[in-house]
């Protein structure tokens, strides 16, 4: 099956810097790349995701670039704030696309 | 509330009780996953259903859990003869075909 790795597994950053988190997934065939944050006791929530045929994606402060060729993608959120603490999961759809495989998580925390 | 919703949202057992878990999906979305998460790891697939049809399960699913999902809408997970290791928070998902997936809040199970 699908293998994704996660790094850094946690990261601190002044309010107002930028964060990036990578992800490196195994299976070629996998098309769909989510990215959930998830805050202390609560579900995890999508903030963005990317397709396979799309090479970055943008939502005001959060950004996702996919590069198929090496098999990684990222997450990129600028200005941050200290809501932006929390942990991240990125995800791969694998070959039939019928789960999602989760990297380890990424705690970040913005230190105002 | 016309999210995900899991019930209960607690349950503590002993050792060697049945529990059986409930998850409401959004109305219409015909994809169904379960997953378990545990402290400071990503979820874990468990088990993943279109409509009622059980597609595909991992091999984290020993032969004391079972899944159900009798109509295509609401689907439950039991555990039979509950283990300590079994104590973790169990998520439900869906999707409707390849769009984004939502998380339900979770049922954390403690087993004493």
């Known amino acids: 099956g699908e293998n994704v790795e996660q790094h850094p597994s946690t990261l601190s950053v002044q309010e107002g810097d930028s964060a990036v988190i990578k992800c490196t997934y195994s299976?070629?065939?996998?098309?769909?790349f989510p990215w959930y944050k998830q805050e202390l006791g609560k579900r995890p929530q999508l903030i963005i995701d990317i397709r396979s045929n799309v090479g970055e994606k943008k939502d005001q402060r959060i950004a996702v670039t996919l590069n198929k060729t090496a098999k990684h993608f990222s997450l990129h959120i600028t200005e941050t704030q200290p809501e932006d603490s929390a942990v991240y999961f990125c995800?791969?759809?694998?070959?039939?696309?019928?789960?999602?495989?989760f990297g380890t998580g990424t705690s970040l925390t913005v230190i105002p | 509330d016309t999210g995900v919703s899991q019930d209960p949202r607690h349950k503590i057992t002993k050792r060697g009780q049945n529990v059986t878990f409930r998850c409401d999906p959004i109305?219409?979305?015909?994809?169904l996953y379960w997953y378990r998460q545990t402290l400071g790891q990503g979820p874990e697939f468990l088990t993943y259903f279109q409509n009622e049809a059980q597609l595909e399960k991992s091999r984290l699913l020993s032969d004391r859990f079972s899944a159900e999902r009798p109509k295509g809408s609401f689907s439950t997970l039991e555990i039979q003869r509950t283990e300590q290791g079994d104590s973790a928070m169990y998520l439900c998902?869906?999707?409707?075909?390849?769009?984004?997936?939502?998380f339900g809040q979770g049922t954390r199970l403690t087993v004493v």
């Open positions: 109305s219409e979305h015909n994809r």
């Open positions: 299976d070629s065939a996998s098309n769909y």
């Open positions: 995800a791969a759809d694998g070959r039939t696309g019928n789960q999602f495989y």
């Open positions: 998902a869906s999707r409707a075909g390849l769009t984004e997936a939502f």
